[in-house]
């Protein structure tokens, strides 16, 4: 069972300055949270891909080649690359070269993207929005691979003849695929034999419990390894040695950037009672004491059949002391419990 975090460099926003946090103080103060995640015994760190000014991180690689540097065991992924609107051998590229400086610690995660402005930022059509992943997908798959130079050819990128993409990481790398909740994605993972992550960061979770039934079924059926497979969900979170006291503080960070989202998607204000019932087991926020969290990560466990689970930590971007202690709790107190009782 593994257990780690994933951010995607939230920037706190001064409502007097009407100025968002400095990007480079943000990711100063991130080395040190990914430093501590390694260091507290976190088997996973993920960081995402955003083009927004209320989010510091654009290339996700770049973070994790800087992270490779200073921690020793975590293993380094993407959360998520929007691999639509990439180039497949580029990202292939770096994060073999992440793999490289971390002694074999980086992995992938792609998906499609919840949010959109990379695709106009890199000159891609969001009417081929499914298209690129599947046609983009099917490449990486295929440069990581053939070791040796090989030909593909697609509809939206330049075909590759007898090309060798160098360099290559220390064995193949692991590609996750997450999904937002499509029952064709989910499909697509499985039948390709791929780690399926699903994103559960709102409603009721048990309602996913079909999609993980349905990968299952379909990684079976297409002839894959069954003790290969590897299932994760990714959702928001945050610990505090106080169960309410945590809540009450870090409600104003999580609503505001709740708010700031929904002014763009449409969607209503973003309540106390919605947290609240997201805070309860049968919600989807892992906010409170570190015995709340454990209990309502082995209950998930048990549910889905999770063989990882990122805590997401920097929603709303909580302040730095917290978020690190948010970070120690976890490692410290919630992954050895529920290492302990998953063993059992």
Known sequence: MEIGISMFGDLSFDKKTQKFQSPQLRLEEMMEEIKLADEVGLDVFGIGEHHRPD???????????????????????????????????????????????????????????????????????????????????????????????????????????????????????????AVGGTPESVVRAARLGLPLIIAIIGGMPRQFKPFFDLYRQEYITAGHDVSKMQLATHSHGFIGEHSQHTANKYFDNYAEQMNRIGRSRGWSPYTKEQYEGGRSKEGALFIGDPNEVIDKMLYHIEMFGLTRFLLHVDIGAPAHKDLMKSIELLGTHVAPAVRKATKA
Do not use: C, M
């Not at 996700?60 to 609107?85: D, F, G, M, Q, R």
């Not at 073999?96 to 499609?112: F, K, P, Q, Y």
């Not at 983009?136 to 990581?144: C, S």
């Open 55 to 177: 989010f510091s991180v654009s290339a996700p690689e770049i973070i994790l080649a800087a992270a490779a540097t200073i921690t020793k065991n975590i293993k380094l992924t993407s959360s998520v690359t929007v691999l639509s609107s990439v180039d497949p051998v580029r990202t292939f590229q770096n994060f073999s070269t992440v793999d490289l400086l971390s002694n074999g610690r980086a992995e992938i995660t792609v998906g499609r993207g919840s949010f959109t402005e990379s695709f106009p930022l890199f000159g891609y059509d969001l009417d081929h929005y499914s298209e690129l992943f599947v046609e983009k997908l099917d490449l990486l798959i295929n440069i990581n691979t053939h070791e040796e130079a090989f030909s593909w050819k697609g509809d939206f990128r330049a075909p590759l003849h007898e090309q060798q993409v160098l360099p290559r990481p220390t064995k193949p790398l692991d590609i996750w695929v």
